[in-house]
């Protein structure tokens, strides 16, 4: 099993910036670990669905954003700590929501915007942006 515990959240004036973190540990039933991981952020407002934030490809090199935070959020990922943050700025009441990070261990780069194409999820961590 892979867990994955995301951490950073908090409450924060409009402008501001957190930091989030994911930590990734376990393996898949193929042995594969957090070095050949698609990750992703996906958050949700209450009363909402859940959305697309951002995404990382197992190597690195490939990076998504949704439209609304381009710009203003930093993906990335430490394979040596098997960590993958999502640097956020320039902060809007309308990115509060509860953050979730989600492995997808089949690495297939071309579902990282469907919430379906990842098979591990965190338990989420709580963003609030005040206005």
């Known amino acids: 099993q892979v867990q994955l515990v995301e951490s950073g959240g908090g409450l924060v004036q409009a402008g501001g910036s957190l930091r989030l973190s994911c930590a990734a540990s376990g393996r898949t039933v193929s042995g594969r670990t957090f070095g050949s991981y698609t990750m992703g952020w996906f958050r949700q407002a209450p009363g909402k669905e859940r959305e697309f934030v951002a995404a990382?490809?197992?190597?690195?090199?490939?990076?998504d954003y949704t439209d609304s935070v381009q710009g203003r959020f930093t993906i990335s990922r430490d394979i040596a700590k098997n960590t993958v943050a999502l640097q956020m700025t320039s902060l809007k009441p309308e990115d509060t929501a509860v953050y979730y990070c989600a492995a997808d261990t089949t690495r297939n780069w071309s579902l990282r915007r469907r919430g379906e194409g990842y098979e591990y999820w965190g338990r989420g961590t709580q963003v609030t942006v005040s206005s």
């Open positions: 990382i490809s197992w190597s690195g090199s490939n990076l």
